[in-house]
């Protein structure tokens, strides 16, 4: 036995790991990071814990990749580019209605408000409202970024499965101690990130930015509320 199996059947035993009901509520979107690198079997280690999520057929639809150092640097500049440019956003698949309509469009009207509060950012500060929008491009300065890819081939169940995958990801890295943020934002220019990463022929699905959190920034000090069981569950006899 390996002395991390052996650490880890002891940890076992002992009832030391976090149960999943605490990673659920302890999991937030992170949008400050230290200036702390994270270890590569560490994000090898998530990944590891995350492939067991579900899928339909078992068809594990998830391509990944990780990356950091000069070539996040090199990948973020470009992004930077095409946003302050004012280059059409365009992802790979319609994630968001063209249409918001209730109970929808306060939630997210409320999600924003919080973001802006925490930061003191006025309505009418619109350039620093663009210019926190603009840190999404370089995932927030976190050291890792995750990108996320899939077969055109697949169709709406697939993503389903990557849904779970993310979830397990992010759920794994609360018990490794680091914080996540899952972007649709880095999304948003796929022909970038593709061809940078060599990712042709890919469906972009989304990215994260991995890191530790920087626990004093403001803009990690508030939570989204949600909704009570009662709100969105029918129990039928």
């Known amino acids: 036995m390996s002395a991390r199996s052996e650490t880890i ?51 594990q639809p998830w391509q990944v990749a990780v990356v950091s150092g000069k070539k996040k640097k090199a990948l973020e500049e470009k992004l ?35 973001l802006y509060t925490a930061l003191n950012i006025t309505r009418a500060e619109k350039d620093r409202q663009r210019a926190q929008w603009q840190a ?7 050291p890792i970024v995750l990108y996320f890819f899939i077969d055109p081939a697949m169709k709406t169940g697939s993503f389903m499965d990557y849904g779970m995958f ?10 490794e101690g680091l914080a996540t943020c899952p972007q649709a934002a880095l999304g948003q220019y796929p022909e970038i990130v593709k061809k940078e990463l060599s990712y042709e022929g890919m469906t972009l699905v989304c990215g ?11 803009v990690n000090s508030y939570r989204t509320p949600r909704e009570p069981v009662e709100v969105f569950t029918r129990f039928i006899d």
Not at 94 to 104: G, N, S, T
Not at 166 to 175: F, K, R, T
Not at 208 to 218: F, I, N, P, S, T
Request: hydrophobic share 40%; net charge neutral.
């Open 9 to 59: 059947a002891i940890q076992s035993m002992m009832g030391v790991f976090m149960d999943v009901k605490a990673a659920l509520q302890q999991r937030k979107s992170v949008r400050a990071f230290l200036n702390r690198p994270v270890e590569t079997q560490t994000i090898h280690r998530i990944l590891d814990a995350a492939r067991h999520a579900p899928s339909g057929t078992n068809a």
């Open 208 to 218: 994260m930015a991995v890191g530790y959190e920087d626990k004093g920034a403001l």
């Open 166 to 175: 993310l979830q397990s990801i992010m759920l794994s890295a609360v018990e």
């Open 80 to 114: 930077v580019t095409a946003f302050q440019c004012g280059e059409e956003e365009k992802m790979d698949y319609l994630y968001y209605p063209l249409e918001w309509i209730e109970p929808y469009r306060s939630r997210r009207r409320a999600c924003g408000l919080q």
């Open 136 to 142: 999404n491009y370089t995932a927030f300065e976190a």
